[in-house]
């Protein structure tokens, strides 16, 4: 029971929008749950991502910083003011 911590602060990740995209990013099917970001440049920002970072330099985890550069993977989890973390998965043909 010691180990066992109720009253320890957590920190809770929530995704604001989901989407499946094409291989070029092009939305197929999408859901903004919260509505905090636009789901247009969400799906803009993902397709720059995929059209300017080179196949074998992609990370299934990346941020775009609030002046829509991309942060190196290393950094990917650190919070900052403005910006989105993106997380995805490629399947056959889709990103999810």
């Not at 991502?49 to 990370?59: I, S, T």
């Not at 550069?69 to 999810?96: I, K, R, T």
Request: hydrophobic share 30%.
């Amino acid at each position: 029971r010691d180990f066992l911590n109720l009253n320890s602060t957590t920190t809770t990740m929530v995704a604001s929008s989901i989407f499946i995209t094409d291989l070029t990013g092009k939305p197929l099917i999408s859901r903004n749950y919260r509505g905090d970001i636009p789901l247009t440049s969400a799906t803009e920002k993902f397709a720059s991502y995929l059209n300017d970072v080179e196949d074998d330099e992609r990370k299934p985890v990346f941020r775009v910083d609030r002046d829509g550069d991309f942060v190196g993977a290393e950094d990917a989890g650190c919070s900052g003011p403005g910006g989105e973390s993106f997380v995805y998965v490629q399947h056959n043909n889709l990103y999810l």
